[in-house]
């Protein structure tokens, strides 16, 4: 009696992985082969083959190979779509008529390397310049890492109605670009290149510093970041530094994800992190990109952060490291100012110099409307004027958006 249970138990677990894994795969090659014009039918066509395979599972049972069932279904669905509706055969079949058969040819390539070429453009299409960042992260989280609309709904603190929109318009401006799904020339290569790399860049952080009320670490948003972004270092044409040094970054901060939060979920400061949970496996793989970052004369944002990451992950609390720290935060700030960065420079500050240097630094930044401010600031003053300490920490506990961050801050008064 237990054995039909556990296939459905199965069933439930294994469609919604290979949503996640093979959804974004497919809609890749369909929109890729189908342009932006219509990539709604790209959806629909890709959610249709799950929606079958839901159906048909649950009453024949999982297939021997899941995987190449899917492609077969989205296959076929795709052709029969190009065979029977004219405004295809009017604007998409053209050119592929086979020169020796009256027939067309409704060739539909799921190979790997399709796949992955298909993929690779839409990641150029989708971080374009001609929409903005958030619609590039919700078309990255929906066409590129397979998220359904409640979840990019739950990441961005909304509700669906919001994202459909927010998807409809950045595709509609995809459109009215008419932004080809491609590689662009090596002459702009470089340019397309770093906004594809500021999207990563946020999706990873959008999960770093969730808001979501019931998560404060999206761990699968910052998996998505780092896969994406092996993807761009395993094509010869976009293995550039820039791209090993965000690698490098996104695996440093991953490697303390498991020390980063406690079992009922609160935040952890670095300082109280048990470092014996820091996962020496993905240290050593942001070490690896970092040193494969070096080569060229290129010296990128990634960079900094990505070797003040390398520096975060010593665990021996030297004055070497926090003055390292402190100078790379230097730099970085030359080199692109951000408040921030400018906070994290003054802890940084406070570890090498002392407290109260730290705090006349801390002071001019004026970010009133901070909660890391108030905290930052909170932090400082404890121990030299713990009144101060307790103003800071309660504007900080005022501005603070989740009951972690919250709790975080009510455990500091606390012990005040």
């Not at 014009?37 to 066509?45: F, G, R, T």
């Not at 001609?130 to 359904?148: D, H, K, M, V, Y």
Request: aromatic share 10%.
């Amino acid at each position: 009696m237990q054995e039909p249970f556990i296939l459905v138990m199965a069933q439930q677990e294994l469609i919604p992985h290979l949503f996640r894994t093979e959804y974004r795969k497919i809609i890749s090659v369909l929109c890729h082969r189908f342009g932006f014009d219509h990539v709604e039918i790209a959806e629909d066509i890709a959610s249709d083959t799950f929606a079958v395979a839901a159906q048909t599972w649950g009453l024949n049972g999982t297939p021997k190979n899941p995987v190449a069932w899917l492609y077969t279904v989205a296959k076929n669905k795709a052709k029969n779509y190009l065979q029977h509706h004219s405004v295809f055969e009017d604007k998409v079949t053209q050119g592929i008529r086979s020169s020796s058969s009256e027939l067309y040819e409704y060739d539909i390539d799921l190979s790997t390397k399709n796949i992955t070429d298909s993929q690779l453009q839409m990641m150029f299409a989708v971080c374009h310049l001609a929409i903005p960042s958030e619609a590039q992260i919700g078309l990255s989280l929906r066409i590129l890492c397979g998220f359904g609309i409640q979840e990019i709904a739950e990441a961005f603190l909304t509700n669906k109605e919001t994202i459909n929109k927010r998807l409809f318009r950045a595709k509609e401006k995809l459109r009215e670009e008419k932004i080809k799904i491609g590689f662009p020339g090596p002459a702009e290569l470089d340019n397309r290149l770093e906004n594809v790399l500021t999207t990563i860049y946020l999706l990873f952080n959008e999960g770093y510093y969730s808001d979501n009320s019931d998560e404060v670490l999206r761990k699968d948003l910052c998996f998505e970041a780092i896969r994406l972004c092996l993807m761009l270092v395993e094509n010869k044409s976009t293995d550039k530094p820039p791209v090993s040094a965000l690698l490098a970054l996104m695996y440093f901060q991953a490697s303390r994800f498991e020390a980063r939060i406690d079992k009922s979920g609160e935040i952890i400061l670095y300082d109280e992190q048990d470092t014996s949970l820091w996962d020496a496996e993905m240290i050593s793989r942001g070490c690896y990109f970092l040193r494969k970052s070096a080569s060229g004369n290129t010296l990128s944002k990634y960079h900094l952060e990505a070797t003040i990451a390398y520096w975060s992950t010593r665990k021996e609390d030297t004055h070497e490291k926090w003055e390292s720290i402190l100078q790379l935060y230097n730099h970085y700030l030359q080199l692109e100012y951000s408040p921030i960065a400018a906070l994290n420079r003054t802890y940084a500050l406070a570890r090498a110099n002392g407290k109260e240097q730290a705090i006349i630094e801390a002071e001019k930044l004026k970010l009133k409307n901070s909660r890391f401010y108030f905290a930052l600031l909170g932090e400082l003053y404890t121990g030299l004027d713990n009144e101060k300490a307790k103003r800071n920490f309660n504007q900080a506990f005022l501005l603070a958006k989740t009951p972690a961050d919250k709790q975080l801050i009510q455990n500091k008064l606390d012990k005040l």
